[in-house]
């Protein structure tokens, strides 16, 4: 068994298990966003939702895309888009 995958499939269940980032997770999978929706969206702090964007940018799964003067994220992680996929295919939207 290859013990680095494992390290890493571990770290992108720890970064969903987060009540926030899951959602922020599932957000991003179907669109691009800007912090500032997100904000707004989950009625928090700016700072916290750049917290959360910073490790999901930190792992890898995240990226950025300049409009302007802002700035969208979009989860391009394969393998989370398949979880939030699996952990959501039977709920009502």
Excluded: Q
């Amino acid at each position: 068994m290859d013990e680095e995958l494992f390290k890493k499939k571990y770290k992108l269940i720890r970064l969903l298990a987060n009540p926030l980032r899951l959602k922020m997770a599932y957000i991003m999978t179907k669109r691009e966003v800007c912090n500032c929706e997100l904000k707004e969206l989950f009625n928090t702090d700016p700072t916290l939702i750049s917290h959360h964007l910073k490790r999901f940018k930190n792992e890898g799964v995240l990226i950025e895309k300049r409009e302007g003067k802002w700035i969208k994220y979009r989860i391009v992680d394969e393998t989370i888009t398949k979880i939030i996929n699996i952990l959501f295919e039977n709920e009502k939207r």
